[in-house]
């Protein structure tokens, strides 16, 4: 349901919040997405734990949903009409996030657009890997996501 | 601060709800802790995705706070006081829950209590595996995450 009428960003951030309560109560909202990156991006407070640092399921949430939005993005740009769904991930939590953060997704090394597109558009469905991270103020990651998702055509 | 004065199940569920707000916001309960195996439950409704099932971000979270707690419940019940982090994990979504669920979290093959708690008293931190799942009503796991915890003495 998520892809039918995506125009624009707005479109998809707006239906993120319409059709995942989770990600209202985390209070996610898009900040770029271009050149094949999308960034979310979600403020500390709502996200926090006992420790006072953003609790390690909302990094994870908030870097699965990056990932995810990413491919949903693409095949809305394709005109593809399919559901995606994350099959495997690993997560590392490298160092503590104190502030309001963001997570960033992009296609995993080794994979492409085009060979996705054409996988789908030869079975009706396709697998691709993404590489998400939610980085520190001097560059360096803080949580990192590799994850494996699939992309099902509609019947 | 979540180990201190944890006497009950019912202290930790509190805890648990008190300092971190997205467990509310999954409406997170404690079902069972005996054996050394912690049940954490969550109702489908405020985890539920864009397809109408169980959102991985909910399922991932439910996970890693049950194998969390395990260690916290533990620890207590050892009477140290630590923080306890996750430092990574591997999540495998096999089948889509559309249903109330419960994540288990036990001891990963080959860990021990009892290795943990002389490393922790050696070293003034240990790290350990634990083992959690999200099962189907036939028994078949539905979704599994495999994740090691580091848990530090408070100075």
Redesign the interface.
């Known amino acids: ?2 892809q039918a009428g995506i125009e624009t960003t707005t479109d998809f951030e707006r ?2 919040l319409a ?4 990600t209202r ?2 209070q996610l909202s898009l900040r770029t997405y271009r050149d094949d990156e999308l960034v979310l991006a979600a403020p500390l ?7 006072g640092c953003a ?4 990094l ?3 870097l ?2 990056a990932g ?1 939005g990413l491919i949903v993005l693409q095949l809305s740009a394709l005109g593809r009409d399919c ?1 995606v ?9 490298l160092a ?1 996030v104190w502030t309001d953060f963001v997570a960033r997704a992009r296609l995993a090394e080794g994979e492409t657009w085009a060979a996705f597109a054409d996988t789908l558009a030869g079975r009706g469905r396709a697998r691709l890997r993404v590489a998400c991270a939610v980085t520190l103020a001097d560059g360096s990651d803080a949580c990192s996501l590799n994850a494996r998702f699939v992309a099902i055509e509609k019947k």
């Open positions: 349901m998520m239906s993120l059709d995942i309560p989770l109560a985390m407070a709502p996200n926090v734990n006992d420790k609790f390690g399921g909302s994870g949430s908030l699965t949903l995810w559901d769904y994350v099959q495997d991930s690993s997560v590392r939590y503590p």
